[in-house]
């Protein structure tokens, strides 16, 4: 089956510096990525979309200068926390949506800890 | 704000009881997906409905799509300590990106 693979799963980084987060998919091509934030005890929530090649959109109350989205080719999605404070430590998770049969696979998660 | 309500947000069952959560979303839905999930891991996708009036079984767990592809609901016949987690209805509401309801958490006590 369809595969993201999603890296690092976990990282500790200290406050003011930028972590990238990568989202692959291994098997398939994802026209479309998205990725999400996840606090404890809260549902996912969507922080952008992007298309391969162009600009991402994201919701409402999400800083695109601070979460950055780069999606260079039709497997790799990348995000990327820029100057990180502790009130981004949080769980994001990304999903690829197959061009072929416009299903959602998701990424395992990584578990972001801003000290 | 959650374009899906789902509920209840939490739920405790003693083993062996039968459960359903609900999601519901005052739009048409054009694909609606269960999943379960534990906070700091990833997603279990569970089953994905799309026509109206379709259901879906596996194992203990049933999903249904009412007729109008607004309302869907997940039902676990005799609950087990491990159907306990965090379970997410998610829709693509406007046919492509997917949104989630605020989730349920489920215990089951032995």
């Known amino acids: 089956g369809a595969v993201v693979s999603q890296h690092p799963s976990w990282v500790i980084c200290k406050s003011g510096t930028s972590v990238k987060i990568e989202c692959r998919s291994l098997?398939?091509?994802?026209?479309?990525m998205f990725w999400y934030r996840q606090f404890p005890k809260q549902s996912l929530m969507l922080m952008a979309t992007?298309?391969?090649?162009?600009?991402?959109?994201?919701e409402q109350g999400v800083e695109k200068d601070k979460f950055l989205i780069n999606h260079a080719s039709l497997t790799l999605s990348t995000l990327t926390v820029t100057s990180a404070h502790p009130e981004d430590s949080s769980f994001y998770i990304c999903?690829?949506?197959?061009?072929?049969?416009?299903?959602?696979?998701f990424g395992s998660g990584t578990r972001l800890t801003v000290v | 704000s959650q374009e899906l309500e789902q509920s209840p947000q939490s739920l405790i069952v003693q083993e062996g009881k039968n459960l359903t959560i609900n999601c519901t979303s005052s739009?048409?839905?054009?694909?609606l997906y269960w999943y379960k999930q534990k906070y700091g891991e990833g997603l279990i996708f569970l089953m994905m409905?799309?026509?109206?009036?379709e259901e879906k079984s596996h194992e203990k767990i049933t999903a249904k799509l009412d007729e109008k592809k607004q309302q869907s609901s997940l039902h676990i016949t005799a609950s087990q300590p491990s159907h306990a987690g965090i379970y997410l209805c998610?829709?693509?509401?406007?046919?492509?990106?997917?949104?989630f309801g605020a989730g349920t958490r489920l215990t089951v006590k032995p």
């Open positions: 999903s690829a949506r197959d061009m072929t049969n416009y299903g959602y696979t």
């Open positions: 098997d398939f091509q994802a026209t479309t």
């Open positions: 992007s298309n391969e090649g162009s600009k991402a959109t994201y």
């Open positions: 739009k048409t839905l054009y694909g």
């Open positions: 409905l799309q026509k109206g009036g």
């Open positions: 998610g829709a693509a509401l406007n046919n492509n990106d997917m949104r």
